[in-house]
């Protein structure tokens, strides 16, 4: 069984906890806890008929008081990167540390996933962005950990990205 580590990467309060939690235990919570450092959970799939065990690190947010630490994303086969498309600044901060990423560990294989498509009435990114982003290779995905809705696609597509397939 091939197995792989994949971070959530993104700005404290974008919901990457709960997209974890929606993903392995097909739960949400309204309540917000702020993840201390890294929580690891783990699922098993199967792409292309090849069985394999995600190691899901959620990582702690960063803000203006902290910083991401590196190390945590040195061996992983790819990640998500979280913002909340609620809040466009959660967009910019994704945007540096899809940037950091690739200058600290190089080029992974990552799927820009806007969370809280619950929330669209209340929207700040806009289709263009999502647009520019998409035609710069980027996979850009709506979702929401509250509803369900594209949570399985996103990890499924960062899945088969990882295998080459």
């Given at each position: 069984?091939?197995?792989?580590?994949?971070?959530?990467?993104?700005?404290?309060?974008?919901?990457?906890?709960?997209?974890?939690?929606?993903?392995?235990?097909?739960?949400?919570?309204?309540?917000?806890?702020?993840?201390?450092?890294?929580?690891i959970d783990k699922k098993t799939?199967?792409?292309?008929?090849?069985?394999?065990?995600?190691?899901?690190?959620d990582l702690y947010g960063e803000?203006?008081?902290?910083?991401?630490?590196?190390?945590?994303?040195?061996?992983?086969?790819?990640?998500?990167?979280?913002?909340?498309?609620?809040?466009?600044?959660?967009?910019?901060?994704?945007?540096?540390?899809?940037?950091?990423?690739?200058?600290?560990?190089?080029?992974?294989?990552?799927?820009?996933?806007?969370?809280?498509?619950?929330?669209?009435?209340?929207?700040?990114?806009?289709?263009?962005?999502?647009?520019?982003?998409?035609?710069?290779?980027?996979?850009?995905?709506?979702?929401?950990?509250?509803?369900?809705?594209?949570?399985?696609?996103?990890?499924?597509?960062?899945?088969?990205?990882?295998?080459?397939?």
């Open positions: 069984m091939l197995q792989k580590k994949i971070c959530m990467l993104g700005s404290f309060a974008v919901g990457k906890t709960s997209l974890v939690r929606r993903y392995v235990e097909s739960i949400y919570s309204d309540v917000y806890h702020t993840t201390v450092g890294v929580k799939v199967n792409v292309k008929q090849q069985e394999v065990n995600l190691v899901l690190w803000d203006d008081f902290q910083k991401m630490r590196w190390s945590y994303v040195r061996g992983s086969s790819g990640y998500l990167l979280v913002a909340d498309g609620t809040r466009r600044a959660t967009l910019e901060k994704a945007l540096a540390l899809e940037e950091g990423v690739r200058k600290e560990v190089g080029s992974l294989p990552f799927i820009l996933v806007l969370n809280k498509a619950d929330l669209s009435p209340t929207w700040e990114v806009d289709s263009g962005t999502e647009n520019q982003l998409a035609e710069k290779g980027w996979d850009v995905l709506r979702a929401s950990a509250k509803t369900g809705e594209n949570v399985e696609a996103a990890f499924q597509k960062l899945t088969q990205k990882m295998l080459g397939a």
